[in-house]
């Protein structure tokens, strides 16, 4: 299950998107536009500007954009930035594996072989869909 924060930096993320060719956007226009809390929104897209996914400008006419391109902007990207491992039990994770506390053997645990599963179509979608693919969807 997505959290909140990673539902928000998409959102984001598609709203500025969608204004990517024009100037800076406010905290407090996306915070509207989106209806999400301003604080928290800021949280977010320091996050973001901080893992170089987005960038920002100071003064009159400030706020954020994207520094990638929506193309480039892979939701695997998001989940794993805000939320962390996108598998559904430590053990079956590719960037956080550890070893579950319960598990005696991993090699013959059923319950693993199905998380992997689990991983694997969750990873194929994240990893297929981007920022611009969300908004072409959008578009038809």
Do not use: W
Request: glycine letters at 4%; one cysteine or more; aromatic letters at 4%.
């Amino acid at each position: 299950m997505l959290s909140k924060k990673v539902k928000y930096a998409i959102k984001a993320l598609l709203y500025l998107a969608n204004k990517e060719a024009q100037k800076p956007v406010l905290i407090s226009e996306i915070a509207e536009k989106e209806q999400m809390p301003r604080k928290f929104l800021e949280q977010i897209l320091l996050e973001l500007r901080n893992a170089g996914i987005l960038s920002s400008k100071k003064g009159k006419g400030g706020g954020y954009y994207l520094r990638k391109a929506a193309a480039e902007i892979s939701l695997v990207s998001i989940v794993r930035l805000i939320d962390g491992p996108i598998a559904p039990t430590p053990c079956v994770s590719l960037n956080f594996y550890e070893k579950c506390e319960d598990c005696i053997d991993e090699t013959s645990c059923l319950m693993r072989h199905v998380m992997v599963e689990i991983r694997d179509a969750n990873l194929k979608v994240l990893e297929n869909t981007t920022i611009a693919s969300m908004l072409n969807k959008q578009k038809i």
